[in-house]
């Protein structure tokens, strides 16, 4: 896996991104929150195919970019959690920056200090 790294209006933080060889994502995103000792609620994944499917599963939100394939919206409607999950508007990687910041902001409204 490699990690690069981000800022916000805090100081620097990091994106870490994790490329499972053959365990699949859910188990390398469990793998990575363990190995920087997170908290569930400072965890997201993100994805756009039905393999990304999986991670829907973990107690992270799940942000969908808007270029999702049908078979990973067809899951996240049936994952039915709204709460936790979010559909970007926009594609690639400025869907998942969207994201990411809709999720701050729930937990943020919550009192959650993200």
């Not at 990091?14 to 994502?25: E, F, H, N």
């Not at 993100?46 to 973990?58: H, K, Y």
């Not at 970019?65 to 990973?72: I, R, W």
């Not at 039915?80 to 998942?96: C, D, I, L, M, Q």
Request: glycine residues 8%; charged residues 20%.
């Amino acid at each position: 896996c490699y990690a690069m790294k981000g800022w916000d209006a805090q100081g620097i933080t990091y994106v870490v991104c994790a490329l499972p060889a053959i365990s699949g994502k859910a188990n390398a995103a469990r793998y990575v929150q363990e190995r920087l000792q997170l908290p569930d609620h400072m965890c997201v994944a993100a994805g756009d195919s039905e393999n990304d499917a999986t991670m829907l599963r973990t107690p992270y939100a799940f942000v969908a970019v808007s270029n999702a394939s049908p078979g990973l919206v067809a899951a996240l409607d049936a994952a039915r959690a709204p709460a936790r999950h979010f559909r970007a508007e926009k594609a690639y990687a400025s869907g998942v920056v969207e994201g990411l910041r809709h999720v701050r902001a729930r937990l943020e409204a919550v009192g959650v200090e993200p």
